[in-house]
């Protein structure tokens, strides 16, 4: 879905030869709350600053991928992020995750945590979204009720290497082509695309003035106006249409709950939405009162005001993605005195899978790390957003369910669809990029080659590649009984 002159032109060849470089674990600094700020120096300065850091990291090294010495068994790493979620669910996080490299890859942000981890790194780090793959960007409404293109999901957010964001991105890329069938050119024509339109925003806002570069945002009715394929494009305008004809909670209401006498109620529809076997009316009424005061506190005082008007009805559990799958997540329905119903979403908030690489977060609360992250990358966050501790003493954030969200739907797209897709997230992971970075730095280590790019779409074939290994192992340890899987209808 990205405009005609956002197209990059079809990349080069490409040089794989690297050097070892400073890979991104963890040294002797102090994590910090937000990323260090460049600007208030010169932009001559700071370009030149970005040049210098090629000589220890040319862009070419980001092309490389091979597996380090000492590599973490993948499923290892699997099995050691299911401790301390829902039992019964975990089974249904491998299920999914079997379904193909691409779905694999989807859960197994842990795993390629620890390998981006041992890849060269330039040195700058910023507000990074640590979850980032081509599933994790999409529409959804603002609080002025535009529809925004934006990264939606923050789970994984850090202060941490800009690289690693892009190398992700550019790695689902290719897997999303091999699991539409694509051929290795197509495949890697998306990543590249997807990198090319990184360095070409981050240069535009390289150039803008500071403010207007952070109020900038991607308009979806405008990005959908100018696709060129023109059963895409009446496509994408009819499913704009359907997210934005009535309000979120309404439709979802209609979905997912029905009215039991004087006071509605959330649908069982077991294993996926079930209310928890303590979820009774005392302890909604009572057991909850805190957890949602607290929720409420973390809001700004006109959100609290609105919220004032609703009551908690009913809660539910409801398992969600993949990467999520047991823990703690559900919806909340509330409603008004005059029968507005409105659902949140709650889900919990574990430590970033990028922290054993960046560092523990200096946020007391993981929930209020996310809201702090998404606050900091997004044009425009969810009005409800905020963050509160569970009854369990789990770390939550909260924000409104499905608020017009539209996800994008890769598996019906051709080719020339797909590469536009990923110059439309290029651009939009750059701007998110630029508002915790320093563009004119970054900028000016990227350059106006196609240096950047060309290692990106070697390094989205390669770790592709690995992913696909990796898919293998899995179905080998489900096989043999190493860990249980529900594959779903």
């Not at 957890?291 to 609703?310: F, G, I, K, M, W």
């Not at 997540?329 to 054993?356: H, T, W």
């Amino acid at each position: 879905m990205a405009t005609n002159d956002e197209r990059p032109a079809s990349r080069s060849a490409r040089a794989r030869r690297t050097a070892p470089r400073k890979t991104g674990r963890v040294t002797g600094e102090a994590v910090r709350l937000h990323p260090e700020q460049s600007h208030p120096l010169p932009p001559d300065e700071r370009s030149l600053a970005g040049r210098i850091l090629r000589d220890a990291c040319p862009r070419k090294a980001h092309g490389e991928w091979k597996e380090p010495d000492g590599r973490a068994d993948p499923i290892d790493t699997l099995i050691a992020s299911s401790i301390g979620r829902i039992p019964q669910l975990i089974p249904i996080r491998y299920g999914r995750m079997a379904t193909s490299p691409f779905s694999f890859f989807r859960g197994a942000a842990a795993v390629m945590a620890g390998d981006l981890a041992s890849t060269p790194i330039s040195g700058p780090r910023l507000q990074v979204c640590g979850d980032c793959h081509l599933l994790n960007f999409g529409g959804f409404a603002t609080p002025e009720r535009r529809i925004a293109f934006d990264i939606n999901d923050f789970d994984e957010t850090a202060v941490g290497p800009w690289e690693w964001d892009v190398k992700r991105l550019a790695t689902s890329f290719v897997l999303a082509g091999r699991s539409n069938g694509f051929n290795d050119e197509n495949c890697e024509e998306a990543a590249w695309a997807m990198a090319a339109a990184y360095r070409e925003w981050m240069g535009r806002y390289a150039l803008m003035p500071i403010l207007d570069a952070w109020y900038d945002s991607i308009d979806l009715q405008e990005v959908i106006d100018a696709i060129d394929d023109t059963e895409f494009r009446r496509y994408a305008r009819n499913r704009l249409n359907r997210a934005v004809d009535k309000s979120a909670s309404e439709k979802e209401f209609a979905k997912l709950a029905f009215s039991a006498g004087t006071r509605p109620r959330i649908k069982d529809e077991p294993p996926l939405i079930y209310h928890a076997a303590d979820m009774d009316d005392e302890a909604i009424a009572h057991g909850l009162a805190h957890v949602y005061t607290t929720y409420l506190e973390s809001l700004p005082a006109p959100r609290r005001v609105l919220l004032d008007r609703y009551k908690v009805a009913d809660i539910a559990i409801k398992v969600v993605g993949i990467g999520s799958v047991g823990t703690e997540c559900g919806i909340v329905l509330l409603m008004s005195g005059n029968g507005d119903p409105l659902f949140l979403q709650y889900k919990e908030a574990r430590a970033s899978v990028l922290e054993p690489y960046v560092g523990a977060s200096p946020y007391a609360n993981h929930g209020q790390r996310v809201v702090a992250g998404q606050q900091i990358m997004q044009a425009a966050s969810d009005a409800f957003l905020g963050w509160t501790v569970s009854r369990a003493n789990k770390h939550m954030y909260i924000r409104q369910l499905r608020d017009a969200k539209i996800k994008p739907e890769v598996e019906i797209m051709r080719p020339t669809n797909l590469r536009n897709f990923g110059s439309l997230c290029g651009r939009a992971l750059a701007r998110a990029h630029a508002r915790s970075g320093d563009a004119v730095l970054l900028a000016g280590y990227l350059g106006n080659s196609t240096a950047f790019e060309d290692a990106l779409a070697d390094f989205a074939s390669a770790y592709a590649d690995q992913t696909e290994r990796d898919h293998a192992a899995l179905l080998a340890a489900i096989r043999n009984g190493r860990i249980e899987a529900h594959m779903e209808d």
